[in-house]
């Protein structure tokens, strides 16, 4: 009896180890990150929206101060100021880059000539930084120097283009800059989306006699519903983080004309020593993006475990 | 080509093994104490002036460790100041002015230089308000620099005499001097809209209209009754008159920029501090010469000043010889001189000599010794001199909303200074 049994000692002692490896390897190859994505992004959010009900001015503290930080916040003018102009901002950059995004795209996708240098032109402005595409269009936009000066030396003394300078159409000008840059790569987004999409139903609907507009309308942009989805969540949560475009473009000028959140975050917490004051502006933005975020989440997942189920 | 390589090679470790040996001989009289200090001066001569400090410190047998870090005039040195102070990393000295002081100092950060300052007498060789600002709780914390002038008008010669005016006496003057340059085709003044510039502006035409005790019980003491006062409606007012000279398109344009607008003509005036000398002789012109200095004119006069400092951090006994060393030679006479020749700021202490400073420098001393006497030495609120960030910042806003609507009336403006300013106090001393 005591024969049989050490041969298959070894391979069972051995085994066990192997199986306990495969098993558990992955996630102690993942543990390093998921602590630090636990400690780095959920542990400071945690301790931004508990620094935003505390006294914190110059440095941190904990004297506990309730919702008091939030009750000044309301009244200023400045934070007022940098919200609506994200709402405009944010509403005319992802609607203009939808707009002219879909529409190049749908431009590009009639089989033309030359497609791929077009296609990487247009795509270009992704590749510069936020803050070269601030510069030049400070440059462009200026009223003596850019756009304004130019037609004027042509001849066209009567034009007026001076929105940067303009208080209140300073951020207009921000989201001229911003869609040049991001609307190329919304188009290569639904470009790839266009070329997804099969042939023969839009060959079934045009023997139906669908006409063209009718075949865009009703097959074609339905099923580039998934394209809109990811444009929507990458373009929002860009525009509420957007900082230094704005910072190169117009220094948040002229005054705070054209400030942001991010930058009276910014300019509260570090600048201006009151650090309780920008964390509960911080908070607030993430309120923000998680507001936006949710319900397009919920739909989208509600719409994949539906089509699982069929 | 091998051996000739391994031969180059060998050489090139001989002379790092003597380099090093060098080095360590070097960095081994330095022994007394080493003390690191943060600031923001990294531009060409700013940077140099510190290099001459670490200098003298080495010959005393001390060694400075230099952590400039650029960037957002000064924002980003106090950036890393909080986080080295949350990390018990914190500088032996940091460069600091202004409230901010007596914010660390009531912390518990700031280490008591007293000694020092007895040594030297710092309450006799000071102005007062500069000494006073140097102090928490009755003893000195920080050591000065420099002084500043920021109600400085620059005016270009040659563009003034262009278009047929003379230099202003007063404020109608100045204002028909204005009208002159701009029936001429010449921008009267390069300013144009960055909030900094404008609240600069702001605060030598406060001095001018208002006087030293009235920009004391507005910008030092907040004293609503001030802030909204008809007094400074008329400065505000005054503010308006200005930004009609100014050209908007200026709108983001540096200050540096604007100074060397007026140097090439382009534009009549500029005011600006006494650093705009700098960018003036970079230029290839003599402050004072082509570019004639004028205190901004107005009713009264006096010294709007900006004071650059540093405070002393506690550390261990073992680094306290070599920040008493730091502060002592900081306002030796002879750094005192070498220092503020390069920056354009005249000695913070007397007794140093001024020959070989421009004539703007020296017209600056005698102004500053005038108003040292009629009491009318005031620091200057646009450059952090006078008040905390917070509350700054709330000045900063309303004179940048003022600035950039021309539908808001002088006396809202002021009425809300008063109540921005007062909320904003409440929330840095909660």
Known sequence: ?310 | MGNRGLWHHTACLGVAVAALSIGSVASAAPDKGTVSVLNWWTSGSEAKSMNVLSDMLADQGYKMVNDAVSGGGGSNARTVLKSRIQSNNMPGAAQIKGPEIQQWCQAGMAMNIDEVAKQQDWSKILPGPVAKGMQCDGHFVAVPFNLHRINWVWINKSALKKAGATMPSDWNSFVAALDKLKAAGITPIAGGGDTWQVATEFDAIALATGGADFYRNAFVDLKPDALSSDTMVKALSRLRTLQKYEDANDQGLSWNHNTGAVVKGEAGMQIMGDWAKGEITNAGATPGDQVACMAMPGEHSGFVYNADSFEMFKKSNSDKAAQYAFARTALSPEFQRKFNMAKGSIPVREGVSLDGFDACAQKAQSDFEAAEKNNALVPSFSQDMAETGAVKGALFDVIAKFYNNKNMSAEAAAKQMASQAKQAKLMSSM
């Not at chain 1, 930080?69 to 609506?84: A, C, G, R, T």
């Not at chain 1, 929002?236 to 900082?243: D, E, N, T």
């Not at chain 1, 570090?270 to 309780?276: A, E, L």
Request: hydrophobic share 55%.
């Open chain 1, 1 to 310: 009896m005591s024969d049989t049994t050490p041969p298959a000692g070894p391979p069972t002692r051995g085994m066990p180890v192997r199986r306990w490896l495969d098993r558990w390897l992955p996630k102690i190859a993942l543990v390093p990150s998921g602590v630090a994505l636990l400690v780095f992004v959920y542990g400071f959010i945690g301790w931004t929206i508990w620094l935003s009900m505390t006294t914190s001015s110059l440095l941190p503290n904990n004297t506990f101060a309730g919702l008091r930080q939030y009750e000044v916040l309301f009244q200023l003018d400045v934070w007022w100021v940098s919200v609506i102009n994200l709402a405009i901002f944010g509403v005319l950059y992802v609607a203009l880059c939808l707009a002219i995004g879909l529409f190049l795209a749908i431009l590009l996708d009639q089989k033309i000539r030359a497609e791929g240098w077009l296609r990487t032109i247009y795509l270009y402005p992704l590749a510069l930084s936020l803050v070269v595409t601030g510069v030049v269009w400070k440059w462009l936009l200026n009223p003596g120097l850019g756009l304004e000066h130019f037609v004027q030396s042509l001849g066209w003394t009567g034009f007026s283009f001076d929105w940067l300078v303009n208080p209140d159409m300073a951020i207009y000008a921000v989201v001229i800059a911003a869609v040049w840059q991001a609307a190329g790569f919304v188009t290569a987004l639904f470009l790839a989306g266009l070329r997804g999409i099969d042939t023969s139903i839009i060959k079934a609907a045009q023997i139906d006699g669908a006409s063209l507009p009718r075949v865009y309308l009703s097959i074609i942009i339905p099923s580039l519903r998934p394209v809109f989805f990811s444009a929507i969540i990458l373009l929002v949560s860009l525009a509420i983080k957007s900082f230094d475009l704005v910072i190169a473009l117009t220094g948040g000028g002229p005054g705070y004309s054209t400030w942001v959140p991010a930058i009276f975050m910014y300019d509260f917490g570090f600048n201006r020593g009151q650090i309780g004051l920008g964390a509960a502006a911080a908070t607030l933005m993430m309120a923000a993006v998680a507001l936006a975020m949710l319900p397009m989440l919920i739909a989208e997942l509600k719409e994949r475990r539906d089509g699982r189920k069929n």
